[in-house]
């Protein structure tokens, strides 16, 4: 799997990505600097990592969505190339238009930074397809702007179609329906606040980020 | 020219901020306050002949996020 992870100014997780896929996948993730206007060619995954991108000025992810890379990481989702958004990244793509809602200031104002306990609420997407529906795991959030809110008729349209990817087990920031993680219409877009690249190996304290990269291994493969 | 853009949460949606500042505004000793709502201003300095479109465009493409905010423009002609 030839994968590439996005890096801005501010990014801070580009690492951790890039070391979970490269163990996962065999294969070192190309890094592409947010100036530059194309991917890599041919390539099968595209990681918007975590981080405080340009700052957070004006908003979380706003600033990163209208660089000139996110034009073409807008493209490759288009014609269906798997993108994940983890943290920050979630932000970015809502902000780029590529998953709905938005991401606002955690509801009791303080940055959340711990494991949190999760439901996989979708096992048959990309990026879900190791874990079981229902399945209970841990994932670590450390966020200020996680709280994700939409109006109605679109948290009615995810929870219909199944884009819940995930959902937090206790309240952790204030978000809709406890939504942590959801998916865009197509599928192949995932947007989550949680981190599972920083629950890949046993030293993490968890290892249950690792299946999300062998799940998406394994379909894109 | 001049114009400012007031960007705003939209009714309804949660304003974490705004309640903070409501209870420390309390905490003052501060009392008939009803409500607090933050948002944000933006000061443009913009060449003549920027027309009200143009500053709309700038508002829905970047200056607010008009999934959770709505936004105002105000004209200082003079400045």
Redesign the interface.
Known sequence: MKSAVIVFPGSNCDRDLATALELVTGRKPEMVWHRDSELPEGVDFIGVPGGFSYGDY??SG?MAA?SPIMRAVTDAANRGVPVIGICNGFQVL??AGLL???L??????SFVCRPVPLRVENSQSLFTSAYNAGEEIAFPVAHHDG?Y??DDATLDRLEGEGRVAFRYLDEVN?SARSIAGILNDAGNVLGLMPHPERVVEPAHGGTDGRRLFEGLLEAVA | MKARVFITLKPG??D??GK?IHHALEGLGFAGVNDVRAGKMIELDLADGTSDCDIEDMCR???A?T??ENFRIERLENA
């Open positions: 004006l908003r706003a209208r809502t902000e709905p809602g938005a606002m200031r955690n509801a009791r104002l709280n809110q939409a204030g | 949606v949660l974490p901020q903070a493409k970047l200056l996020n999934v959770i």
